[in-house]
């Protein structure tokens, strides 16, 4: 299995980013919060895609896909908050207690060792081993079909919850499974981040670059991808 889809080509692979509809579903009634955050200093960006606004479910992928492109060319950092926000949502950005439901179950596998550059090909493979070993045990209890996806510089593992109610017991949950995931399968190398538990949490948009410090030939800057 590849970890380095040719991070540096200098089109976007469109097939890529338009696969994020298999890890977000959506709806007629959905409201969509896109984050964009430079690492260069730019100011971040906000914007919310109320289905309500658009003709067709289609036409709100296309706009949501191509303001998504517009500001990752731009060298920023692009992301999506990954459980459903409430119909009548009317802010600039959503919180905890915008969200309906719980939807996806995130694990985020990184390096152990912070860094202003982007991940090294064997950095990325600790990752990946990782991330089958978490997916792996996962299984054995009864939960499976996860969306594993390059996040550019780690990996990302996605679980479905059903659209679990977005309660204190259930925050509780995603925190307990988090926390014992890491105390499992965090490593000298990569660690399972425990601060990804909240219901607003915003994630990587797969097709999108992820842009961290100064790249170079051993430590490119890569295109995130559901692999």
Same mark, same amino acid.
């Given at each position: 299995?590849?970890?380095?889809?040719?991070?540096?080509?200098?089109?976007?692979?469109?097939?890529?980013?338009?696969?994020?509809?298999?890890?977000?579903?959506?709806?007629?009634?959905?409201?969509?919060?896109?984050?964009?955050?430079?690492?260069?200093?730019?100011?971040?960006?906000?914007?919310?895609? /109320? *289905?309500?606004?658009? =003709? $067709?479910?289609? +036409? @709100?992928?296309? #706009?949501?896909?191509?303001?998504?492109?517009?500001?990752?060319?731009?060298?920023?950092?692009?992301?999506?908050?990954?459980?459903?926000?409430?119909?009548?949502?009317?802010?600039?950005?959503?919180?905890?207690?915008?969200?309906?439901?719980?939807?996806?179950?995130?694990?985020?596998?990184?390096?152990?060792? /912070? *860094?202003?550059?982007? =991940? $090294?090909?064997? +950095? @990325?493979?600790? #990752?990946?081993?990782?991330?089958?070993?978490?997916?792996?045990?996962?299984?054995?209890?009864?939960?499976?079909?996860?969306?594993?996806?390059?996040?550019?510089?780690?990996?990302?593992?996605?679980?479905?919850?059903?659209?679990?109610?977005?309660?204190?017991?259930?925050?509780?949950?995603?925190?307990?499974?988090?926390?014992?995931?890491?105390?499992?399968?965090?490593?000298?190398?990569?660690?399972?981040?425990?601060?990804?538990?909240?219901?607003?949490?915003?994630?990587?948009?797969?097709?999108?670059?992820?842009?961290?410090?100064?790249?170079?030939?051993?430590?490119?800057?890569?295109?995130?991808?559901?692999?």
């Amino acid at each position: 299995m590849s970890t380095t889809p040719d991070p540096n080509r200098s089109g976007y692979d469109m097939l890529e980013i338009e696969r994020m509809w298999e890890i977000f579903t959506i709806d007629k009634n959905c409201v969509l919060e896109l984050r964009a955050i430079s690492p260069f200093g730019r100011p971040p960006v906000c914007k919310i895609f /109320k *289905a309500s606004e658009y =003709a $067709s479910l289609d +036409e @709100l992928k296309k #706009a949501f896909v191509q303001e998504a492109l517009r500001l990752n060319q731009q060298k920023r950092n692009v992301y999506i908050v990954m459980n459903p926000i409430r119909s009548d949502f009317s802010g600039d950005s959503a919180c905890d207690a915008d969200i309906t439901c719980r939807r996806l179950l995130l694990v985020d596998i990184d390096r152990r060792k /912070k *860094a202003n550059c982007p =991940a $090294s090909e064997a +950095e @990325l493979g600790i #990752a990946l081993t990782t991330a089958i070993h978490v997916r792996d045990y996962l299984a054995t209890l009864g939960i499976v079909e996860p969306i594993l996806v390059m996040s550019g510089n780690g990996y990302h593992i996605y679980f479905r919850l059903d659209d679990l109610p977005n309660t204190d017991e259930i925050t509780r949950f995603v925190v307990g499974i988090l926390r014992t995931l890491a105390t499992m399968f965090d490593n000298d190398f990569v660690q399972i981040d425990t601060k990804v538990s909240n219901a607003s949490r915003f994630t990587k948009v797969p097709g999108t670059i992820a842009y961290k410090g100064i790249a170079s030939d051993e430590r490119p800057y890569r295109q995130a991808v559901i692999v």
